[in-house]
Nanobody, 127 residues
Framework: QLQVVESGGGLVQPGESLKLSCLLS????????MGWFRQAPGKDLEGVSC????????DYGNSVKGRFTISKDFAKNVVYLQMSSLKPEDTGVYYC????????????????????WGQGTQVTVSP
C-alpha cells in the first residue's frame, strides 16, 4: 500500500528558506511522478510543483517559479521541495502526492493526476 509522509514544515520569516521532505513507502520513487500541493486558509488546493518518474522533467506553479525547487532522492525514496525567498502568501498546508498517470507539463499540477496523498505539513511565513 502506497503511503507518503511529509515533514519539514514550520514557522519562518519572509525571505527565509525551508525544505520539505516527502517519504514514500510501499513503492519506489523511480516508479511514480510526484507532486506538491498547498492549501491556504479559505482557498482552494493549488499545485505547487511536480516531478517525473526519472526526476528529469519538472514543473512549477507560476507563483513559486524561480523560488522553489523540486527534487528526488531515489536512494532515500524521498521527494524534496526546497523553498526560498518565502513570502507570507506561501503560508498553508503543503501536501505531497503520488502520481497515477504519465507526466505531462502543466497537467502534472492538477490534483486529479494523483491518487495517494499525505496528511500535510504546515508552513507559516510571518514576520
Amino acid at each position: 500500500q502506497l503511503q507518503v509522509v511529509e515533514s519539514g514544515g514550520g514557522l519562518v520569516q519572509p525571505g527565509e528558506s525551508l525544505k520539505l521532505s516527502c517519504l514514500l513507502s510501499g513503492g519506489k520513487m523511480d516508479s511514480y511522478n510526484m507532486g506538491w500541493f498547498r492549501q491556504a486558509p479559505g482557498k482552494d488546493l493549488e499545485g505547487v510543483s511536480c516531478i517525473s518518474i526519472t526526476g528529469i522533467n519538472k514543473d512549477y506553479g507560476n507563483s513559486v517559479k524561480g523560488r522553489f525547487t523540486i527534487s528526488k532522492d531515489f536512494a532515500k525514496n524521498v521527494v524534496y521541495l526546497q523553498m526560498s525567498s518565502l513570502k507570507p502568501e506561501d503560508t498553508g498546508v503543503y501536501y505531497c502526492a503520488v502520481g497515477t498517470d504519465w507526466f505531462v507539463q502543466r497537467q502534472c499540477l492538477m490534483r486529479n493526476q494523483y491518487g495517494t496523498w499525505g496528511q500535510g505539513t504546515q508552513v507559516t511565513v510571518s514576520p
